[in-house]
């Protein structure tokens, strides 16, 4: 045997470790774990949320049925001059309107009007015949005034089906 060579010691390099592994990007898993989840929140809140409409669509549907009704008994008396068939028709709107959204319980005035255009996606409350609704307890409505805003809110609950 050959005697070893104190030479090749010096030779001899140190042990170099590997670069730590980064956290980014993550392995293709973790994206598949990520869009998974995802997936199962959107889909657990679509469920959630048609489960809870289920219920609600008929019982909206069968309220703005009986509003239509009541409509034609206020219409008719707002048609004969009747003084209370303004105040009859502004509470039925109201009524109407919390059934669809609790919020609007507590709006009034000019808010009000404007709460039912965002409704309806038109302006025919804050601009139109519809501002007869929040002025006719300050003011007389002309029988023209009274026809307008009639249908205005008759095509405004028909618009809620």
């Not at 598949?32 to 609600?56: D, F, I, K, N």
């Amino acid at each position: 045997m050959a005697a070893a060579n104190p030479d090749a010691l010096s030779q001899l390099r140190d042990i170099h470790l590997p670069q730590m592994i980064s956290w980014w990007p993550p392995a293709p898993g973790w994206w598949l774990l990520l869009v998974t989840a995802c997936l199962l929140v959107a889909g657990c809140w679509y469920l959630w949320r048609r489960r809870r409409s289920t219920y609600r669509k008929p019982a909206l549907k069968t309220i703005l049925t009986e509003a239509l009704r009541e409509f034609d008994h206020v219409n008719s008396a707002l048609q004969s001059g009747e003084s209370s068939a303004m105040a009859e028709l502004s509470v039925l709107m109201r009524r109407v309107a919390v059934q669809l959204d609790s919020e609007a319980a507590g709006v009034t005035g000019e808010a009000w009007l404007q709460w039912l255009d965002s409704r309806w996606q038109q302006q025919d409350f804050t601009a139109g015949a519809g501002r007869a609704l929040v002025e006719s307890p300050y003011r007389a409505v002309s029988a023209a005034d009274a026809l307008a805003l009639s249908c205005v809110c008759r095509d405004w609950l028909e618009a809620q089906r």
